[in-house]
Nanobody
């Protein structure tokens, strides 16, 4: 059974940092690109960042550029999101998922999603 378990969220002040982790199991982790997504209150889930299967190529949403960094450790079946210079707008539940590309479009692979981890940025 596929499992995606996010952790590392919490309450942080504006300008602060958090490091999120996603522990994956039940599939060949090293064969898949992985992404982070987030869902802000009252909004649709949005994509944050993606890393390729080998961990040598990354891309991210505009709001994340220069502030968030995705990484992975295939030996540990874990993907990370280092979040710096956090803003109140970053308050959201953060999720991870494997990714598949079809016709130049990327899609999350697994359903259901994990429970996510709550990030709250507030003073």
């Amino acid at each position: 059974q596929v499992q995606l378990v996010e952790s590392g969220g919490g309450l942080v002040q504006p300008g602060g940092s958090l490091r999120l982790s996603c522990a994956a199991s039940g599939f060949r982790f090293g064969d898949y690109p992985m992404s982070w997504y987030r869902q802000r209150p009252g909004k649709e889930r949005e994509w944050v960042a993606r890393i390729n299967s080998l961990g040598v190529g990354v891309t991210s949403a505009d709001f994340a550029k220069g502030r968030f960094a995705i990484s992975r450790d295939n030996a540990k079946n874990t993907v990370y999101l280092q979040m710096n210079s956090l803003k109140s707008e970053d308050t959201a539940v953060y999720f991870c998922n494997a990714e598949s590309v079809r016709g130049s479009r990327w899609f999350p692979v697994f359903d259901p999603w994990g429970q996510g981890t709550q990030v709250t940025v507030s003073s």
